[in-house]
């Protein structure tokens, strides 16, 4: 029996995307635990293929609105909340089983933050003796919140492979509990003690994260395991929206090379990964030392078919040719590109450098060398123009790249969340701080950032159309609406779930969009219905790709 238990608790939302949520941090946890001689555990909730749909949260229920008309077109965005993962029930009764005296729970984000809490009451009901930490982003930038509940013995601030070992040691011994960094908890005679966030100074010191606790078999890709990495931690950006940069105990640094890739044969030769996610905030910022570690990787895996991605995003300045050119070389797929905006007013609220000249010359890069690209920007943020939002994707709609639209939310930490705090703008419920839930209606209402992403999915399916697929989409585009309605039944009539069916209506529902400018969706039995969408911006988008695309 181990004398630690971490558990990743499951996630309720519309999806899941499986390879980003390997339990990454536990497993550094568990190493640096190991190497100070405890047995360690790792409960992941989430490597289950078990999921069920739930009633949506009645603080949610406005994006019923939204998202209530199921939708079978390939332009169709959430409609099933799920909860994804084990009943927390199974984790308690786990967690008993294991035995051990201390129960770490991961707490990343502040959306799903009721999960870990719910999770922590599961353990409490099942382990009335063990002791229990949330540890993550979350207690991290809200403590006093997290210990509100008193099934939570204890909250760690900032790095967990620094403060966990201590704080086990320190009560396997019997220890005072005021010296363990990062450490929080509720002081016998009332109030909160609160140490500062707990720092790793050299991140080589570290040992490399005990991937053989993680469930291998379940985070896979075209048969192989799946892997993260992150080769660095913080960011030396300040940009308004991210809590990484904002966090003045957080500074940037980097592993040696040589570490990266003691950690990388890991997952390699002995996971046997053939998909790596690097999962840095800003893996490229210091180009020499990024151009060294896809040297030492095309060196260490060349011909073993690696793929590589970066799918936090990449700062376009810190991109050139050359570096383009080894990051293909080394096994990069892809290019995942932060734009944000192309708005200089939005751009000076959001702390952030227009990158269009070296966005550009990425994407020319990137299709001399034979690598997709996604551009990500951000919409729906206090004080930003939806108009502006619908320029930045016909930006994108001229350029050779996907659109990635992120709907903005309040993080905490970040001085976004004390700008809408300062506004009046914070949602009352931590798990509305999503981008599914829309969280804020400012300048940029509900129904603008609804129609923003739903804009992105018809760019992004406009661009997966051949030239002799936009001459039909032309020519069906001056039909009369009831007949390409009937076109629409007839199709999918029987082949709802059938690829080429679903394009083919997606194509009609591009011509009528483009007759109309209305977002329509197609019901499981074949019928048209209109999604609520913001005329205007519909109207601004469409006039717009008839001057860039049609």
Not at 126 to 138: E, M, Q, Y
Not at 455 to 480: C, M, P, T, W, Y
């Amino acid at each position: 029996m181990p004398d630690i238990l971490l558990i990743q608790p499951p996630i309720r939302d519309f999806y899941l995307t499986t390879k980003r949520t390997i339990p990454y941090g536990l497993a550094c946890i568990a190493a640096a635990l190991q190497g100070d001689g405890f047995s360690v555990e790792i409960l992941d909730a989430l490597a289950s293929s078990r999921s069920r749909r739930i009633d949506l949260p009645k603080e949610m229920s406005y994006l019923w609105d939204f998202y209530a008309q199921p939708d079978i077109s390939p332009i169709a965005l959430f409609h099933e909340f799920k909860h994804f993962g084990l009943e927390f029930e199974k984790i308690g009764e786990f967690s008993a089983n294991s035995g051990a005296f201390l129960i770490g729970i991961s707490s990343l984000f502040t959306a799903y933050s009721n999960e870990a809490i719910l999770t922590a009451e599961a353990v409490r009901r099942h382990c009335p003796d063990a002791a229990i930490v949330l540890g993550g982003h979350h207690p991290s930038e809200m403590p006093e919140e997290v210990l509100r509940n008193r099934c939570i013995d204890y909250i760690i601030r900032g790095e967990g492979e620094q403060a966990l070992p201590i704080l086990a040691k320190t009560l396997r011994d019997g220890a005072p509990l005021d010296k363990v960094p990062g450490l929080g908890f509720r002081k016998s005679g009332g109030g909160i003690h609160l140490c500062p966030p707990a720092l790793i100074q050299n991140l080589d010191d570290m040992p490399p994260p005990a991937i053989d606790l993680i469930n291998a078999k379940f985070y896979q890709r075209k048969k192989s395991p799946c892997a993260v990495a992150v080769a660095s931690r913080g960011c030396p950006m300040k940009c308004t929206y991210c809590s990484i940069g904002c966090a003045s105990w957080l500074p940037f640094r980097l592993k040696s090379v040589p570490k990266v890739m003691d950690e990388l044969e890991r997952a390699v030769f002995g996971a046997g990964a053939r998909f790596i996610d690097f999962e840095d905030e800003n893996i490229s910022f210091d180009r020499k030392w990024f151009k060294a570690l896809l040297d030492a990787i095309r060196k260490k895996f060349g011909g073993l078919g690696i793929e590589l991605r970066a799918m936090n995003g990449l700062f376009p300045p810190t991109l050139d040719d050359g570096v383009i050119g080894e990051m293909k070389e080394a096994g990069f797929t892809a290019l995942n590109l932060s734009l944000c905006s192309t708005s200089p007013e939005q751009l000076k609220r959001f702390n952030r450098p227009d990158v269009r000249s070296s966005f550009e010359s990425a994407l020319d890069s990137a299709q001399r060398h034979g690598l997709e690209s996604v551009g990500y920007i951000i919409a729906g943020a206090p004080g930003q123009s939806a108009c502006d939002s619908v320029s930045d994707l016909l930006y994108l709609a001229g350029k050779r790249v996907l659109a990635g639209v992120s709907v903005f939310y309040p993080a905490p930490g970040s001085a976004d969340f004390e700008l809408c705090r300062a506004k009046g703008l914070l949602p009352g419920y931590p798990g509305l701080m999503r981008s599914t839930a829309l969280p804020i209606s400012d300048s940029t209402s509900r129904e603008d950032s609804a129609t923003l992403l739903r804009l992105g999915r018809i760019l992004n399916f406009i661009k997966s159309l051949s030239a002799g697929e936009l001459v039909e989409v032309r020519a069906d585009s001056s039909q009369n609406p009831v007949a390409i309605a009937e076109r629409i039944k007839v199709n999918c009539t029987g082949k709802s779930r059938d690829h080429e069916s679903r394009r083919t209506a997606g194509k009609l529902l591009l011509a009528l969009f483009m007759k109309d400018a209305k977002i329509r969706g197609i019901t499981e039995a074949g019928n048209m219905f209109n999604h609520l969408a913001s005329t205007d911006l519909c109207i601004l988008f469409r006039d717009g790709l008839l001057r860039e695309v049609f």
